[in-house]
């Protein structure tokens, strides 16, 4: 099979997508020649580039890049004059997907966005088609991904302080975070029966309740990692490596951040109290008794200070959510809405019908309408705008990705650094690529 | 052995296949959710280092097992296929999960059907994402093909010991499917 | 033409004005600020749709860039969240809807703008002037759907590389994708590059490297 397409001679060597190299080169330099220009920089210094000018392309396969991350960076000596990202090595068009499917059929996909914290995902998306179909959820399904949202939020800020540190040499937190998120694995093991893809959430309530068992793994999980957690503070937050690697490094000013449109703790740490936690309340959050952490430095040190407290404040959250949560049902009983119980679906007609229409068609939100709801996800605002045809397939389904937008920031806090700086940046962006290329 | 002399024999092949099975050195490829369960697989509970594969090398030229572990968009394939192609024999790979053995529930535009349409693959892991069990059963999959490999009797990586492998395949082989150019040389043929 | 037979999939539902939808929030509740916008722009604005409590301002190509300044400058809506497109695919509308989704965080505030735009001219003016958060949100929408915007200063594929010459997001892009527009790497170390993505089925397995012939050296 052949088909002619320009710019690849098929008896060529291929080198890599030359036309896309060509074009980020050019775009580095020009990139560089305003910036000259603008610092008033003297033009000279590019007689003796060989001295001491250097491009250096990182990834996109580099351990250090959390995924696929490219960066193509030039440098002055060890200093980053100019730096331009490259994304999409991991795109594969789930938006385009999602129009393919049934609202209840994406709900895997969302598990493989942000990988994680699947969970947080689910109850995006689930919350987003009850928004635009006006589905009620009961009580105790509200409260029960409140608590699974938390957890979710401690696992991907488990995993980003191991790999974090493990970028700025040391090792063996990873093996104490990523034994936390063994822990956390086992719990939703336990809940849905997947380690991490949990696909647990569903249209109009939960799959399964939660059963005695993982209520006690989840309080003993609560109790434990409190004093982990502090204990991790207690390394970490006097360590003088530590502090000398982050402090003062990618600092962005509120009005930047703003204007970058960073989201999360990226913008909480530059002292901008965002947080649709409490912006719009969703679930349960209004119930119960937290604080944001905010912190006003808004370098790699403050955005760090308040991943490790949004942990703290999470087992705060889990405890009066176990405390608070009714008895009930887990999902909503109308079988246009969401899915008949099991029960129903075994010893009565009706109920295999719904399931089967349910499976084949799906919720089906009125004609030409659209809307956008978003949660506040471990990396920040984590929405999905959804228009509906009428049918049981979104017409189109937007998801706006925090990492996506944090990455945007990335390139203008780089600048001015060191080089070797460039992990602990990415480290602190906390991006996650699944989800950034969409 | 005996135990008077104090001398053990043993054929070369199986010395260096017992050393190289016990000390494979993967080269995570880690892209996507699978990476993550590849991380469990390196970590404290599943703790790989009882096979000798807990050294992850990120350089391709010091590693010698690659493991694909997430979806492979096309615009990665040939970032992958660089670093396959820097990594010196002999190498072997696994295809972990299946997004990267078959393109799995990515069945879209941007998404590789299978990294096996560029690149050889010695393991299939089925699973989205596999559990680390699996992973490490794979890797135990491939110390039993190198255990069971002719390393030095028949090592093609300097050059062909028989002429006719230089022939296209349709040559070699035979209506039933054997192939003959590795007659004679003890290698059996399944 | 003949008639198309007007087929359903399911029965469609008409949106009801008046059902109250559970989910909405009190932030996108904005009836004074578009007040505002309606008095200072009457021809910019075509349009207010309401659903579940979010409004959705139509505007023309023409004033989005002033509106946008005003709900900077003004009306304190600095914070771009999300801005993106859509392909409608009808014959007798504009076919392309670009939305913007803007966030006032000191009043908790939350505004959709939306632009249409026709086929032919698919161009809309940059907004990344104002916002900065713009700029990747438009290449990708460029990426994806081919808008192009006007006084974008680094107007590049977002995701898919430049080597591609289509638009995905658009709903007559198949969703498998078009055989050959996107290369993979050679299958033997001599050869060319494989246009058909499903070549482990229709050719064999790639060849392994020790299969490859002696070295002249």
Same mark, same amino acid.
């Given at each position: 099979?052949?088909?002619?397409?320009?710019?690849?001679?098929?008896?060529?060597?291929?080198?890599?997508?030359?036309?896309?190299?060509?074009?980020?080169?050019?775009?580095?330099?020009?990139?560089?020649?305003?910036?000259?220009?603008?610092?008033?920089?003297?033009?000279?210094?590019?007689?003796?580039?060989?001295?001491?000018?250097?491009?250096?392309?990182?990834?996109?396969?580099?351990?250090?890049?959390?995924?696929?991350?490219?960066?193509?960076?030039?440098?002055?000596?060890?200093?980053?004059?100019?730096?331009?990202?490259?994304?999409?090595?991991?795109?594969?068009?789930?938006?385009?997907?999602?129009?393919?499917?049934?609202?209840?059929?994406?709900?895997?996909?969302?598990?493989?966005?942000?990988?994680?914290?699947?969970?947080?995902?689910?109850?995006?998306?689930?919350?987003?088609?009850?928004?635009?179909?006006?589905?009620?959820?009961?009580?105790?399904?509200?409260?029960?991904?409140?608590?699974?949202?938390?957890?979710?939020?401690?696992?991907?800020?488990?995993?980003?302080?191991?790999?974090?540190?493990?970028?700025?040499?040391?090792?063996?937190?990873?093996?104490?975070?990523?034994?936390?998120?063994?822990?956390?694995?086992?719990?939703?093991?336990?809940?849905?029966?997947?380690?991490?893809?949990?696909?647990?959430?569903?249209?109009?309530?939960?799959?399964?309740?939660?059963?005695?068992?993982?209520?006690?793994?989840?309080?003993?999980?609560?109790?434990?990692?409190?004093?982990?957690?502090?204990?991790?503070?207690?390394?970490?937050?006097?360590?003088?490596?530590?502090?000398?690697?982050?402090?003062?490094?990618?600092?962005?000013?509120?009005?930047?951040?703003?204007?970058?449109?960073?989201?999360?703790?990226?913008?909480?740490? %530059?002292?901008?109290?965002?947080?649709?936690?409490?912006?719009?309340?969703?679930?349960?959050?209004?119930?119960?008794?937290?604080?944001?952490?905010?912190?006003?430095?808004?370098?790699?040190?403050?955005?760090?200070?308040?991943?490790?407290?949004?942990?703290?404040?999470?087992?705060?959250?889990?405890?009066?959510?176990?405390?608070?949560?009714?008895?009930?049902?887990?999902?909503?009983?109308?079988?246009?809405?969401?899915?008949?119980?099991?029960?129903?679906?075994?010893?009565?007609?009706?109920?295999?019908?719904?399931?089967?229409?349910?499976?084949?068609?799906?919720?089906?939100?009125?004609?030409?309408?659209?809307?956008?709801?978003?949660?506040?996800?471990?990396?920040?605002?984590?929405?999905?705008?959804?228009?509906?045809?009428?049918?049981?397939?979104?017409?189109?389904?937007?998801?706006?990705?925090?990492?996506?937008?944090?990455?945007?920031?990335?390139?203008?806090?780089?600048?001015?650094?060191?080089?070797?700086?460039?992990?602990?940046?990415?480290?602190?962006?906390?991006?996650?690529?699944?989800?950034?290329?969409? | 052995?005996?135990?008077?002399?104090?001398?053990?024999?043993?054929?070369?092949?199986?010395?260096?296949?017992?050393?190289?099975?016990?000390?494979?050195?993967?080269?995570?490829?880690?892209?996507?959710?699978?990476?993550?369960?590849?991380?469990?697989?390196?970590?404290?509970?599943?703790?790989?280092?009882?096979?000798?594969?807990?050294?992850?090398?990120?350089?391709?030229?010091?590693?010698?097992?690659?493991?694909?572990?997430?979806?492979? %968009?096309?615009?990665?394939?040939?970032?992958?296929?660089?670093?396959?192609?820097?990594?010196?024999?002999?190498?072997?790979?696994?295809?972990?999960?299946?997004?990267?053995? %078959?393109?799995?529930?990515?069945?879209?535009?941007?998404?590789?059907?299978?990294?096996?349409?560029?690149?050889?693959?010695?393991?299939?892991?089925?699973?989205?994402?596999?559990?680390?069990?699996?992973?490490?059963?794979?890797?135990?999959?491939?110390?039993?093909?190198?255990?069971?490999?002719?390393?030095?009797?028949?090592?093609?990586?300097?050059?062909?010991?028989?002429?006719?492998?230089?022939?296209?395949?349709?040559?070699?082989?035979?209506?039933?499917?054997?192939?003959?150019?590795?007659?004679?040389?003890?290698?059996?043929?399944? | 033409?003949?008639?198309?037979?007007?087929?359903?999939?399911?029965?469609?539902?008409?949106?009801?004005?008046?059902?109250?939808?559970?989910?909405?929030?009190?932030?996108?509740?904005?009836?004074?600020?578009?007040?505002?916008?309606?008095?200072?722009?009457?021809?910019?604005?075509?349009?207010?749709?309401?659903?579940?409590?979010?409004?959705?301002?139509?505007?023309?190509?023409?004033?989005?860039?002033?509106?946008?300044?005003?709900?900077?400058?003004?009306?304190?809506?600095?914070?771009?969240?999300?801005?993106?497109?859509?392909?409608?695919?009808?014959?007798?509308?504009?076919?392309?809807?670009?939305?913007?989704?803007?966030?006032?965080?000191?009043?908790?505030?939350?505004?959709?703008?939306?632009?249409?735009?026709?086929?032919?001219?698919?161009?809309?003016?940059?907004?990344?002037?104002?916002?900065?958060?713009?700029?990747?949100?438009?290449?990708?929408?460029?990426?994806?759907?081919?808008?192009?915007?006007?006084?974008?200063?680094?107007?590049?594929?977002?995701?898919?590389?430049?080597?591609?010459?289509?638009?995905?997001?658009?709903?007559?892009?198949?969703?498998?994708?078009?055989?050959?527009?996107?290369?993979?790497?050679?299958?033997?170390?001599?050869?060319?590059?494989?246009?058909?993505?499903?070549?482990?089925?229709?050719?064999?397995?790639?060849?392994?490297?020790?299969?490859?012939?002696?070295?002249?050296?």
């Amino acid at each position: 099979m052949s088909v002619a397409t320009p710019y690849h001679d098929q008896d060529a060597i291929f080198s890599f997508w030359p036309r896309h190299n060509e074009t980020l080169l050019k775009r580095l330099e020009s990139k560089d020649a305003w910036l000259s220009t603008e610092r008033g920089l003297d033009v000279s210094r590019i007689e003796d580039a060989l001295e001491h000018e250097m491009t250096l392309n990182i990834g996109p396969q580099h351990p250090a890049t959390h995924g696929v991350l490219r960066c193509v960076v030039k440098l002055d000596g060890e200093r980053i004059e100019k730096c331009v990202l490259d994304i999409g090595y991991l795109h594969r068009g789930i938006e385009k997907l999602a129009e393919s499917k049934t609202y209840q059929e994406f709900m895997p996909y969302t598990d493989r966005m942000d990988y994680l914290s699947p969970y947080a995902n689910n109850v995006a998306w689930c919350m987003a088609v009850e928004k635009i179909a006006n589905v009620e959820v009961p009580e105790r399904a509200q409260w029960i991904r409140m608590i699974m949202c938390e957890l979710a939020r401690i696992s991907s800020h488990m995993l980003w302080l191991g790999v974090g540190l493990m970028d700025a040499g040391a090792v063996s937190v990873f093996l104490w975070t990523f034994q936390g998120r063994e822990d956390l694995y086992n719990i939703f093991d336990e809940v849905s029966g997947a380690r991490f893809t949990v696909s647990h959430s569903r249209i109009g309530g939960l799959a399964s309740d939660l059963s005695p068992k993982a209520i006690e793994m989840i309080q003993d999980f609560a109790i434990r990692y409190e004093g982990i957690i502090q204990g991790w503070q207690k390394l970490l937050n006097r360590n003088r490596i530590w502090i000398d690697r982050n402090k003062d490094i990618g600092v962005i000013s509120a009005d930047e951040a703003i204007q970058l449109g960073l989201t999360g703790p990226n913008l909480r740490g %530059s002292g901008v109290a965002y947080d649709i936690r409490t912006f719009e309340p969703y679930l349960k959050y209004e119930e119960v008794d937290f604080t944001i952490p905010l912190r006003e430095e808004g370098d790699c040190l403050a955005r760090y200070h308040i991943r490790v407290e949004e942990m703290l404040e999470s087992i705060k959250i889990i405890n009066q959510c176990l405390e608070q949560m009714p008895e009930g049902p887990i999902r909503t009983d109308d079988a246009k809405k969401a899915y008949p119980s099991k029960d129903e679906v075994y010893y009565s007609m009706e109920g295999m019908i719904h399931d089967f229409m349910y499976t084949e068609t799906g919720v089906a939100p009125p004609k030409g309408v659209a809307s956008y709801h978003a949660i506040e996800s471990p990396k920040g605002e984590l929405g999905f705008y959804l228009e509906s045809d009428g049918t049981g397939c979104p017409w189109r389904a937007r998801l706006n990705a925090p990492s996506f937008t944090n990455l945007q920031g990335l390139e203008s806090m780089m600048e001015g650094h060191p080089v070797a700086d460039i992990v602990v940046l990415i480290g602190s962006i906390d991006p996650v690529m699944g989800e950034a290329d969409r | 052995m005996d135990s008077a002399t104090g001398y053990l024999t043993t054929t070369v092949d199986a010395v260096v296949n017992w050393a190289r099975s016990n000390s494979l050195m993967p080269m995570p490829m880690g892209l996507a959710c699978c990476a993550i369960e590849m991380m469990a697989f390196g970590g404290p509970k599943y703790d790989v280092g009882r096979f000798g594969s807990e050294a992850m090398r990120f350089s391709p030229r010091q590693a010698d097992l690659m493991i694909v572990a997430g979806w492979c %968009s096309y615009k990665m394939a040939h970032a992958i296929r660089r670093v396959w192609d820097q990594m010196a024999d002999p190498k072997w790979c696994i295809a972990m999960g299946a997004c990267a053995s %078959s393109g799995g529930m990515h069945r879209c535009y941007g998404v590789v059907q299978g990294i096996d349409n560029f690149m050889p693959v010695d393991v299939y892991i089925p699973g989205c994402p596999p559990r680390p069990e699996a992973v490490i059963h794979a890797l135990m999959d491939i110390q039993e093909k190198i255990r069971n490999e002719y390393s030095v009797t028949n090592d093609y990586s300097s050059g062909s010991p028989h002429a006719e492998l230089a022939q296209p395949e349709s040559a070699r082989l035979t209506a039933d499917g054997r192939d003959l150019s590795l007659n004679g040389s003890g290698l059996v043929h399944a | 033409m003949p008639e198309s037979l007007k087929f359903h999939f399911t029965p469609v539902d008409e949106a009801h004005a008046d059902e109250k939808n559970v989910h909405e929030k009190a932030s996108t509740d904005v009836a004074d600020t578009i007040d505002i916008l309606k008095k200072e722009f009457p021809d910019g604005i075509s349009d207010v749709v309401v659903y579940a409590g979010e409004y959705t301002v139509f505007v023309t190509r023409d004033s989005l860039v002033e509106i946008c300044t005003a709900l900077k400058e003004t009306l304190g809506f600095s914070y771009l969240v999300d801005l993106a497109g859509v392909d409608r695919f009808t014959e007798d509308a504009p076919r392309y809807e670009v939305y913007y989704c803007f966030v006032n965080i000191h009043a908790k505030k939350r505004i959709r703008l939306k632009v249409s735009l026709d086929e032919d001219d698919p161009v809309l003016p940059s907004i990344t002037r104002l916002f900065k958060a713009a700029d990747w949100n438009e290449r990708e929408c460029y990426d994806m759907l081919g808008i192009q915007f006007e006084g974008h200063p680094d107007l590049r594929r977002m995701y898919m590389p430049e080597d591609f010459e289509f638009h995905p997001q658009r709903k007559e892009f198949p969703l498998l994708g078009i055989p050959g527009s996107l290369p993979l790497p050679p299958r033997t170390p001599e050869g060319g590059l494989t246009m058909d993505p499903f070549a482990a089925a229709r050719q064999g397995s790639p060849v392994k490297s020790y299969q490859e012939p002696e070295s002249e050296f």
